[in-house]
């Protein structure tokens, strides 16, 4: 063999014999194409299936049974049979249900006279779902619509009336019919994350390897002492960020504030705790600037983006990823933004959501000192 061959020989042993000491390298060759493969094969649907659809029936005749039972065997819709709108309304607002069928009391009478109507909401918040709800809906109702027609000798009728039926349309929380009103929100959380964990792992990793905590931790201060000092000028970033979103959202994107200024900043305040102390955790366990942002990054602002309900509906996907998708803290948070500022201040939904941030706070905070006093240790 040349010298040429036995000098690449030589140095190609080297870098395999480096590559294999250093697991980090490893992890991410082979890890991070794995886990991306994953997300984007299993976690990330964009079909609507089993969107749950209050379905109020105030005429209880077999015509007005029949108009319905379309989207009882419709794949995509799964109806949920409510009583009265105001039971219906209220589901709307806590989004256990994406729409509403509501069948009025004179529906059969006024389908005999060949001028029936049928009211349909849907949930505005995801532009694409509600139109894609809207046409498996009004999809429905045409062939009950056409069924009848058929029996009866009659003809369907042009849209917007669907045989004999007039489907009539609104979208909630959501007027522009706009995916911006969706999206913007949405970025609030993964910029909250990005500022909160992914930055945080970074700036004190690189620390680790400075030693500068190290120095810190023979001097009489408290390892308490250090976290709080690392968590306050980080949390301020983040305060400051999360203002000139909210400036953002309302002055360049015209994006509306429904619920109250109040709600929007508490819970941001608690999920900027969780995201913080996640990037000191992960910097802790790490030590080493590019590891940290590496698990940062496949630990919190991939998940955020693609499992948290920031591009599609958690309902869509299949159980193990919407479980956990469930475990993490940004999907809670995503579901408190978007409401806030699209539906309001629904405050069961509001109450139940940031008291889970509260234990994610309280569990990564205390996770955090056990790491650190270890590291003393």
């Known amino acids: ?5 036995t000098r690449l020989v030589s140095l190609t042993r ?3 014999r480096q590559l294999l000491r250093d697991r980090s390298n490893l992890a991410i060759g082979i890890l991070l194409p794995m886990v991306l493969i994953l997300i984007f094969g299993y976690g990330m649907s964009l079909d609507v299936k089993n969107a749950p659809v209050a379905v109020v029936l105030e005429d209880s005749s077999p015509t007005a049974h029949e108009a319905i039972a379309g989207l009882q065997l419709s794949p995509t819709i799964a109806p949920v049979l409510l009583g009265s709108m105001h039971d219906a309304e209220a589901l709307m607002r806590e989004r256990k249900v994406d729409g509403i069928v509501r069948v009025p009391a004179d529906f059969s009478r006024a389908l005999a006279a060949g001028n029936a109507r049928v009211q349909l909401i849907v949930h505005g918040a995801d532009a694409g779902r509600a139109t894609i709800i809207q046409a498996y809906v009004s999809g429905a109702l045409a062939q009950a619509a056409l069924r009848q027609a058929d029996r009866g000798g009659g003809a369907g009728a042009a849209a917007p009336s669907v045989g004999r039926v007039t489907v009539e349309q609104r979208m909630w929380f959501n007027a522009a019919n706009t995916s911006t009103w969706y999206l913007v929100p949405g970025l609030i959380v993964l910029i909250m994350t990005l500022i909160g964990a992914f930055l ?8 680790w390897e400075r030693g500068t905590l190290e120095a810190l931790f023979v001097t009489p201060v408290r390892p308490v002492e250090i976290l709080l000092a690392k968590i306050i000028p980080y949390f301020a970033v983040g305060m400051l960020g999360l203002a000139l979103c909210l400036l953002a959202a309302r002055f360049l ?3 509306p504030m429904v619920g109250s200024l109040f709600a929007v900043v508490l819970s941001s305040m608690l999920y900027l705790i969780v995201a913080v102390s996640l990037g000191l955790v992960i910097s802790s366990v790490t030590r080493n600037q590019f590891l940290a942002s590496q698990v940062a990054l496949i630990a919190t602002f991939m998940p955020s983006m693609m499992l948290s309900g920031f591009l599609f509906d958690l309902r869509n996907v299949p159980t193990a990823v919407r479980v956990i ?6 999907t809670y948070f995503m579901d408190l933004i978007k409401t806030l500022f699209l539906a309001g201040d629904v405050w069961p939904l509001i109450w139940r959501n940031c008291a889970v941030l509260v234990a994610y706070a309280v569990g990564l905070l205390l996770l955090a000192r056990l790491v650190t006093r270890k590291s003393l240790d």
């Open 1 to 5: 063999m040349s010298g040429f061959g």
């Open 14 to 16: 080297k870098e395999f």
């Open 200 to 207: 945080t792992a970074l700036v004190m990793a690189r620390e």
């Open 253 to 255: 994107f015209a994006v």
């Open 325 to 330: 998708g469930h475990l993490l803290p940004a």
